[in-house]
């Protein structure tokens, strides 16, 4: 059998076409088709995209590959039936475009809604189509009508899932008080982003803008190539106490922040099992957490050199009580009176009850175990001046530092030696300050240490908190140390 022309090619339904016995219907063989027929028929069995032709006053239907799983379990009975006892079950909304068509007015829909029985059961199904009508040439009547189509019901219901998966995540970031946020697509572009994330990058306008757009300057830093790989691979990225350099108000310098974070990938479908659609991102700015962290590391050094140095003090007390004790009895009360000295200096140091202590006060309490009468080893001399709880603090550890230095190596070792301290008024850099001086004399030969330990990165880390330039000498008449600090009213 010669095969007309128009029906070559068209895969499973070219050759459906082909077979079937169009004589038995109003159509009639496809050899008295009209002209106009003939061309649809041939391009629609080229094409790829889904198209049916409805035609003829029963209008029925020719269709394509791409049509046909449109049909669902109605395909390949739906060839050369009429449209309207295809489409029965959807007739009600579907018909009207037909009858539409068929009265010479085109229909184009980029979203239309059907409940549709396919494959035994009613389902939900959408589609983006146009109905065209195809008019007789000469007299100008409908003939038929040729439609193109798109089903679209994956997209929608994805669309619609995302729509519900975000009001279930913006009701969980309202609840959260970690920084949160969404990103959509491979732009990575702000979708969702709580207060807590808007408070972290400094309220930004950053919805609806791409990630290397909004932040800028964490692109430098990998953080959108890490966003890269989770979406692409679909695989989590978790990150601890990672430095992240970032901008706080429009024109503030960066500003270095420690965070916990996860990226992670956000699927499509059912179950979630589909394809990387964007990313839900969880930070958590633990800056403050690891400092804390790094200063109990701190003072649990503190303690320990504290501890050791409280042993060497005690027994350098036992020692010059009992080489200078007349007896006994006067052994025991220096021992006593001695120790009862360190202790009241001991708990000043670890409880720090008052909130404000006065420069004196604190130089005093720190030094009088090493005295042995007023004004014997030790020269003080400043004007009337307080520092806050933390400066008082880190002020009396230095003071004890070098006080039990010098009874270990320099003036207080000796008998003859002193110990010079003062304080005043300076200033840093155009700032008001304190500066306190501490200068032994009459003592052994001093030099610098061969070893940098706790002691010496206690006193020349200056006090805690605060804007301070210390300095030390190991002059060959004794050691000099001086510590300038900047005055703030919340502390000092």
């Known amino acids: 059998m010669t095969v007309l022309s128009f029906l070559s090619g068209g895969g499973e339904m070219g050759a459906r076409i082909r077979a079937f016995d169009w004589a038995s219907t109003a159509l009639g063989a496809p050899e008295s088709w009209p002209e106009t027929l003939r061309t649809l028929v041939q391009v629609m069995l080229a094409a790829r995209q889904p198209m049916f032709i409805a035609w003829g006053p029963e209008r029925r239907m020719l ?136 408070a972290l990058i400094g309220d930004r306008p950053i919805i609806g803008k791409p990630v290397a757009v909004a932040l800028p300057e964490i692109v430098d830093q990998g953080f959108v190539t890490t966003l890269d790989t989770v979406y692409r691979t679909g695989e989590t990225y978790v990150g ?84 200078g004790a007349t007896g006994l009895e006067d052994a025991r009360s220096k021992i006593t009176s001695r120790l009862g000295v360190l202790a009241r200096a001991h708990d000043m140091l670890l409880t720090g009850r008052s909130e404000r202590a006065r420069i004196a006060d604190i130089v005093a309490s720190s030094i009088s175990l090493h005295e042995e009468g007023p004004g014997r080893r030790f020269t003080i001399a400043g004007p009337d001046m307080e520092f806050g709880a933390q400066a008082a603090m880190s002020l009396a550890l230095i003071v004890q530092e070098l006080s039990t230095n010098a009874a270990k190596y320099g003036a207080l070792s000796v008998p003859d030696g002193q110990v010079h301290v003062t304080w005043g008024d300076a200033e840093i850099d155009g700032q008001s300050a304190i500066v306190f001086r501490w200068r032994e004399i009459d ?29 030390m000498d190991f002059a060959s008449d004794g050691l000099r140390y001086e510590l300038r600090v900047v005055v703030n009213p919340t502390e000092t």
């Not at 199904?125 to 193109?148: L, N, W």
């Not at 995540?169 to 732009?187: C, H, K, M, W």
């Not at 030099?447 to 210390?470: E, K």
């Open 443 to 471: 003592g052994p030969p001093v030099a610098p240490p061969t070893a940098r330990g706790f002691g010496s990165r206690l006193l020349m880390g200056g006090i805690s908190g605060a804007v301070s330039h210390p300095t």
């Open 63 to 198: 269709y394509n590959d791409g049509y046909a799983p449109l049909c669902g379990n109605k395909h390949p009975w739906a060839l050369g039936r009429p449209f309207d006892e295809v489409w029965a079950d959807i007739i009600g909304d579907v018909g009207p475009i037909m009858d539409a068509a068929y009265a010479g007015i085109p229909t184009y829909m980029d979203d239309i809604q059907f409940v549709m029985r396919r494959f035994g059961h009613d389902e939900e199904t959408h589609f983006s189509f146009g109905y065209t009508p195809v008019k007789d040439e000469r007299t100008g009547a409908v003939q038929g009508m040729f439609c193109t189509c798109l089903e679209t019901t994956a997209e929608v219901l994805l669309s619609r899932e995302r729509e519900r998966e975000i009001l279930r995540l913006r009701e969980l970031f309202r609840q959260t008080p970690s920084a949160t946020a969404v990103l959509n697509g491979p732009d990575h572009v702000f979708e969702i982003a709580n207060a807590a994330y808007l």
């Open 240 to 323: 601890q106490s990672v430095p992240v350099r970032l901008r706080r108000a429009p024109d503030a310098a960066l500003e270095t922040r420690l965070l916990d974070f996860v990226y992670q990938p956000i699927r499509g479908g059912g179950g979630g099992a589909g394809p990387v659609y964007g990313i839900f991102v969880q930070a958590t700015d633990v800056t403050e957490q690891r400092q804390a962290e790094q200063m109990q590391t701190l003072l649990n050094q503190e303690l320990s050199h504290r501890m050791k140095n409280q042993i060497a003090v005690v027994q350098s007390i036992v020692l010059q009580s009992l080489r």
